[in-house]
């Protein structure tokens, strides 16, 4: 087993930097304190680093800290690297043309998934989200095609050390049914949500051949007037086939 190096502070320092990226208006040391069970001291070192470094700006009236331009750069830097980006848009655009629904261009990232990309539908009413929004590993389409690309015994070693959250009336949160749908992954090499993850909303993923240090993932999501019974197989086959296509052109490029 892989020795886990543990960095108490480099650890505090990000979960920081996590809860101000996401509070609206900022956080004063007291508020991030609070909210992460970090004593003040602490918090104060940490921020006061951080500011240093430009990773963080604090407001001289309100005492508030944001995300400062550092963190900006870093981020633009690291979204730059993902090259397939430009490989998998083409495909991207032709499957939203052929399936009127939003699709997703995602990696994974440890016990989550991060979304890279995203061609919105052209329906009025239709699923988004920013670039960078970050789902769970266990919820959904997306989270199945990436535990399918573990041996059987490693997905049943993840899903036990790690709880299926109950997201909605339908989601799988039997672990032996979760492993038979990843089976059906393995076999298919699609994977299907049906409002497993957000009520109303179903969603098909396929997975891209891995590119260097990432691993991609592209589905499409849908409300479920969108996404019918009978209009899921033709999707399912329309996105397995994107997949394909932006795994070739990687090969070819790469």
Sequence with gaps: MKKQYQAPIVKKAFLILKAISTANHGLRISEISTRLDISKSTVHGITAALED???LIRDMDSKRYTIGTT???LGKAAHEKMDFR???RPAMEHLMEQCRESVFLGVRN???VTVIDIVESRKDFKITSPIGTSLPLLAGAVGKVFLSKMTHNDARDYIMGNCLTR????TITDPDTYLKALETVRETGVAFDDEEYIPGVKAVAA???ATGTYTPAIWVVGFTAGMDDEQIPTIMSQTRAAALEISKKMAETG
Excluded: M, N, R, Y
């Design 53 to 55: 470094q430009g990773a």
């Design 71 to 73: 963190l900006i750069e």
């Design 86 to 88: 430009k490989s998998a």
């Design 110 to 112: 440890k016990d989550s």
């Design 167 to 170: 997201f909605t009336s339908k």
């Design 207 to 209: 997975p891209i051949q």
